[in-house]
C-alpha cells in the first residue's frame, strides 16, 4: 500500500510561473478587439483604415489560435536506490499501469544498482536485471525503451507509447563523476535530453554525497554537475538551456537539528508538516539562487530513507539513521528572463517561445512503501506536460505492399519526407507489436544501400525468405543510425501463417494440445 494524500496540483509553465495562461491571452484579445473597434468608427472608405482593420483581425485570431490545439502528455516518474538489490517480482503498482488516463512517457532513475566488475561488464553486454523488469512489464502495454544511460549504479531508462517515438528526436545522454574527486562514478549524474513534439527537455538523475553535514558539498556536486555536462546540440548546449529540465534521484538531503523522538513522532502523527522547515534542501532553496528555479511539490509522504529491509520501520540497527526524504524530484521550466537574455537567441527563437509554451502540472508525488528489497521507498511523481505541437509530421513515411507471409517475397516502400541526418546504416526493422526496444525485432533489412535516399523519392525494398512462420501482428520502423532512435512506424499488418510452420497436431497420446 502507498502512502498517498491529496494535495493542489502544482503547477508551472514556461510563460509565466504564477500568472494563468489564459487569462494574459484574455487580456491581449481584448485590447486587439479594442483596437478593432476603434478602427470600425473610422473605416468608411479609408483603404489605410482598412488595412489597420485586417491586421487587427489577424492578430486577434492568432491570439485566439496560440492556446487551442495544446495537448496534454502524462509523465510518470520514478526515483529509487535500490541499495545493490536484486528488483521485486513484480513492479506494477509502481508504474501505475492502470491509471487513466494512461501514461504517455515514464523515465526511471535508480542508483545503487548492483556494479561489481563482473556484473557491470555484463550488464554493458546484455541488459541489466532492472532494465528487464521494467521492459517486460511495459512492452506488452506498449512501452518501448527510446534509451538509457548507465554510470556504475547510476541508470536512467526513457519509455515511451510507440504513437510518440517518431517526434523523440535529437536524443543525447551524458554523465558527470563525482565520487572520490570526480574519479569514481559511484556517485554523480546522468542525463538524458531530447526533443519531444520539438520541446527540449532534460532528465537528471543524481546520486550525492552522504550524511547530514555535506549539505554544501551535495550543492556544490550538483553545481559542478551543471557545469559540466554538456550536449552536441547548438540550441541547448547544457542542462539548463533545456524549455523543462526534471532533476530527481538520491539528493542525500537530510532533516537538520531536530531529534529522533521528535522525528518519528511527526512522522507516526502523519504531522509532516513540522519537519519541512528544517529539511536541508528546502532550507538550501532560501539562499541557492539556482535553486529557487526549481519547483517540487509538498513532502506530503513519509521520508523514505533509512527503512529495515522488507519492513515499514525505520532504521533499527546500531547506526540508527535518522529518517529523511533523501530521494526527490523536481522540475524547473527555463525562465522567460533567460530566453529573451540568451546571446545566441534570435528574435525568432523568442517569439517561437511565446507561441509554443510549455505548462507542467504535477499530479501526484508520493512514495510506495510496500516495496521492501531496499532501505530506501520508491518516490514516483505523475505529471501533465501541457504543450503546442511544434512537429507534427515524422521524418518518413512507410508502407506495405500486398498480403506477408513466409512463402513469398515481402514488399514495402518507405519515402523520406523530411530532411534529417539520413546514412545508408540506417536499418528498417520488422517488429511484432509488444516488441520492447529498437533492438528486439524479428528480421531487418538496410535501407537503400548505395546512397542517401533524396526528400520524397519512394525506395522500393524486398525481403526474402525471412519473415516468421507464425501468424502475427507486425509494424516495420525505420532506425536511424545517427539519431539513435527509431523515427518511423508503418500502420500495423499481419504476416499470415506459412504453409511451412510446424502444425501440433490437436490430440497427442490421448491429449488435447
Same mark, same amino acid.
Given at each position: 500500500m502507498s502512502d498517498t494524500f491529496d494535495f493542489p496540483r502544482v503547477r508551472s509553465d514556461s510563460m509565466s510561473s504564477m500568472a494563468s495562461q489564459s487569462t494574459s491571452a484574455r487580456l491581449m484579445l481584448r485590447q486587439r478587439l479594442a483596437q478593432l473597434l476603434t478602427c470600425l468608427e473610422d473605416l468608411s472608405s479609408d483603404d489605410e483604415a482598412n488595412e489597420e482593420v485586417s491586421r487587427t483581425l489577424d492578430e486577434a485570431f492568432h491570439l485566439c489560435g496560440r492556446y487551442t490545439n495544446r495537448e496534454s502528455f502524462r509523465l510518470h516518474m520514478v526515483t529509487w536506490n535500490v541499495s545493490t538489490a536484486e528488483p521485486p517480482a513484480d513492479v506494477r503498482t509502481l508504474l501505475q499501469l492502470d491509471s487513466q488516463p494512461a501514461t504517455d512517457l515514464y523515465v526511471i532513475g535508480l542508483q545503487e544498482v548492483k556494479a561489481t566488475p563482473v556484473r557491470y561488464v555484463s550488464d554493458?553486454?546484455?541488459?541489466?536485471?532492472?532494465?528487464?523488469?521494467? $521492459?517486460?512489464? %511495459?512492452?506488452?502495454?506498449?512501452?518501448? =525503451?527510446v534509451t538509457?544511460?548507465? $554510470?556504475?549504479? %547510476?541508470?536512467?531508462?526513457?519509455?515511451? =507509447?510507440?504513437a510518440h517515438l517518431p517526434f523523440i528526436r535529437d536524443i543525447q545522454s551524458t554523465y558527470t563523476r563525482t565520487g572520490l574527486f570526480g574519479y569514481w562514478g559511484n556517485k554523480g549524474g546522468v542525463s538524458v535530453r531530447f526533443s519531444f513534439y520539438g520541446h527540449m527537455l532534460c532528465f537528471l538523475n543524481c546520486h550525492l554525497a552522504a550524511h547530514m553535514n555535506y549539505a554544501l558539498q551535495r550543492m556544490d556536486e550538483f553545481e559542478y554537475i551543471l557545469d559540466t555536462q554538456d550536449f552536441d546540440m547548438y540550441n541547448t548546449p547544457n542542462v539548463l538551456d533545456h524549455k523543462v529540465v526534471f532533476w530527481f534521484g538520491d539528493l542525500n538531503f537530510r532533516i537538520a537539528d531536530h531529534g529522533m523522538h521528535f522525528l518519528r513522532s511527526s512522522i507516526n502523527n502523519g504531522r509532516f508538516n513540522l519537519l519541512w522547515d528544517r529539511d536541508q534542501l528546502t532550507m538550501m532553496k532560501k539562499k541557492e539562487p539556482i535553486l529557487q528555479?526549481?519547483?517540487?511539490?509538498?513532502?506530503?509522504?513519509k521520508p523514505t530513507y533509512k527503512f529495515d529491509r522488507f519492513s515499514e520501520t525505520y532504521d533499527t540497527s546500531g547506526k540508527k539513521r535518522k529518517p529523511a526524504w533523501t530521494d526527490r524530484i523536481l522540475w524547473r521550466i527555463k525562465p522567460k528572463a533567460a530566453e529573451t537574455e540568451d546571446e545566441n537567441s534570435s528574435t525568432t527563437s523568442s517569439v517561437d517561445d511565446d507561441e509554443y509554451p510549455v505548462k507542467v502540472m504535477q499530479d501526484m508525488y508520493t512514495s510506495d512503501v510496500s516495496y521492501g528489497v531496499s532501505d530506501h521507498k520508491p518516490v514516483i511523481g505523475t505529471f501533465n506536460l501541457e504543450m503546442r505541437k511544434k512537429v507534427e509530421t515524422p521524418l518518413v513515411t512507410l508502407t506495405m505492399d500486398g498480403h506477408w507471409s513466409a512463402d513469398e517475397?515481402?514488399?514495402?516502400?518507405?519515402?523520406?519526407?523530411?530532411?534529417?541526418?539520413?546514412?545508408?546504416?540506417?536499418?528498417?526493422?520488422?517488429?511484432?507489436?509488444?516488441?520492447?526496444?529498437?533492438?528486439?525485432y524479428s528480421t531487418f533489412t538496410w535501407v537503400k544501400d548505395d546512397e542517401v535516399a533524396a526528400n520524397g523519392e519512394v525506395v522500393t525494398v524486398h525481403i526474402k525468405n525471412e519473415l516468421p512462420l507464425l501468424?502475427?501482428?507486425?509494424?516495420?520502423g525505420y532506425y536511424s543510425t545517427n539519431m539513435q532512435t527509431l523515427i518511423a512506424f508503418s500502420p500495423t499488418f499481419q504476416i499470415l501463417e506459412s504453409k511451412r510452420a510446424v502444425k501440433v497436431p490437436e490430440n497427442i497420446n490421448g491429449h488435447e494440445k
Open positions: 554493458l553486454i546484455a541488459e541489466d536485471s532492472w532494465s528487464l523488469l521494467f $521492459m517486460d512489464t %511495459l512492452a506488452p502495454m506498449g512501452y518501448i =525503451k538509457s544511460v548507465r $554510470m556504475q549504479g %547510476l541508470l536512467l531508462i526513457l519509455f515511451a =507509447k510507440q528555479e526549481f519547483e517540487e511539490g509538498p513532502l506530503r509522504f517475397d515481402a514488399t514495402f516502400t518507405y519515402t523520406i519526407l523530411e530532411n534529417f541526418e539520413s546514412s545508408t546504416w540506417d536499418w528498417i526493422g520488422l517488429y511484432k507489436i509488444g516488441f520492447k526496444s529498437a533492438s528486439d501468424a502475427g501482428d507486425y509494424v516495420l
